[in-house]
């Protein structure tokens, strides 16, 4: 079972280390489009941009990410409108990337 979209989210409740650059660059070839960011608190997260035809297409999407989410027991950040969603997806409790992260990216992927 190597591919991320077919993998569970593991619950993390800290006391582990984020990824480091090198190992998140790995992973980050194992899904589509995703791009790594650090934040003003040089916290890396990822990021995707998605566009829809009209609203009801981008509400449509994101309500299928909160109802994979809620599967995972991970939760990404959701920000959409008229024919755009953008998500946002990092593991708060370790202030950084786990591989939650990209199976939840690859599963939101394959909607």
């Not at 991970?74 to 990209?102: Q, V």
Request: glycine fraction near 8%; aromatic fraction near 10%.
């Amino acid at each position: 079972m190597n591919k991320l979209s077919e993998k569970k989210c593991v619950p993390c409740e800290g006391g582990v280390l984020a990824l480091d650059i090198s190992e998140i660059h790995k992973y980050q070839k194992k899904i589509d489009g995703w791009d790594v960011i650090k934040n003003e608190k040089n916290i890396y997260f990822l990021e995707k941009k998605f566009t829809f035809k009209n609203f009801v297409e981008s509400q449509k999407f994101v309500n299928e990410v909160g109802r994979i989410s809620e599967e995972e027991g991970h939760h990404p950040e959701i920000l959409f409108g008229w024919g755009y969603a953008k998500i946002n997806i990092s593991t708060h409790a370790i202030e950084g990337l786990s591989e939650n992260d990209f199976i939840l990216a690859s599963k939101i992927d394959k909607i």
